[in-house]
């Protein structure tokens, strides 16, 4: 990535390199979740369904301008594209779905769902009382949220854990691009939003139509689709190139919890004491979970998270 920008010794690559990749990590948990956060403020002016394509149109065309992924479509061979095609899917139902739940629940606790599967991941591949004290962790700390919200918002929890199945499915499938031969983890992203955002399109484009009407209303959306999906999918790469896994790992835990920040700053969502509490199990099990390692895997923002 830094490559085709590397214009000599004070070139952009190298202004890159001397940030230090902490800094990136913390700008793309920032955005992670800002961006969602923003995209509740939108709801007043576009429907949800609306704001999530629109989230998606603005990283397809952002991404294609940067990576021409159809280049890289014509060289592939069938399994790959299969495998972009699910992912591409995966990632239209995804957005949408986050979006339908976040409209309904707090984003903190959309977020500590949302990380249960991928404990559940761990805990399967790699059977250790470490990864079996994460999960019960994780679902204590799930338990006291959906305890919180079901009776109240039964149809947010719903949108909250299919968005958690389809979250651990698109790090599964973004497991497969970030160790494919045939094509690269950014390329593979960008062809699957171009993807994702035709599969998305018959689900929200009668929604994002008044957007296009007003166009301060459609700078925002953009905005939000920026702020979403490209500033944190950039610098997560950025981030992951040079932070070593089991440092990304344990940085990774203090997602949920900067969901609840920001949910408290932007949207004003104050937690209850029992909704902190389940925030702060969600944040311990993540932490505590290990992956299986695999001598031959080199880890990828495409394998870790991208979702919402």
């Known amino acids: 990535m830094t490559s085709s920008t590397d214009a000599g010794p004070g070139g952009p690559a190298r202004t890159v390199e001397r940030m230090p990749p902490h800094l990136y990590f913390v700008v793309s948990a920032v955005f992670h979740y800002l961006g969602p956060a923003l995209a509740v403020l939108l709801f ?35 399994p790959t594209r299969r495998l ?86 698109y790090i599964v499938l973004g497991h497969r691009v970030a160790r494919s031969r045939h094509v690269s983890g950014i390329d593979g992203l960008a062809m699957s939003m171009l993807i994702a955002v035709v599969i998305a399109l018959p689900i929200g484009i009668r929604q994002a139509v008044p957007a296009f009407l007003d166009p301060v209303t459609l700078a925002a959306a953009a905005g939000v689709g920026i702020c979403s999906s490209v500033i944190p999918y950039v610098t997560d790469q950025l981030a992951m190139a040079r932070l070593p896994r089991a440092t990304y790992a344990l940085m990774v835990s203090l997602l949920p919890a900067t969901a609840t920040v920001i949910g408290i700053l932007v949207l004003t969502q104050l937690p209850t004491v029992v909704e902190a509490f389940g925030v702060a199990l969600v944040v311990a099990g993540v932490a505590l979970h290990q992956q299986r390692p695999a001598a031959s895997e080199q880890p990828k923002p495409t394998s870790s998270r991208h979702g919402p």
């Open 44 to 78: 007043a002016r576009i429907e949800v369904l609306g704001v999530a394509w629109l989230r998606i149109a603005t990283a397809a065309v952002l991404f294609a301008a940067w990576r021409r992924p159809w280049r890289v479509w014509q060289r592939l061979d069938r």
């Open 84 to 169: 972009l095609l699910g992912w591409g899917a995966v990632l239209a139902v995804m957005n949408s779905v986050f979006y339908l739940a976040i409209d309904r629940l707090p984003l903190g606790t959309v977020a500590a769902i949302e990380f249960l599967p991928v404990i559940v991941l761990a805990a399967v591949a790699a059977r250790t009382r470490r990864n079996i004290a994460a999960l019960i962790a994780a679902v204590g700390g799930v338990y006291l949220l959906t305890d919180v919200r079901l009776v109240a918002e039964p149809l947010g929890m719903a949108f909250a854990v299919a968005n958690a199945v389809l979250f651990a499915l």
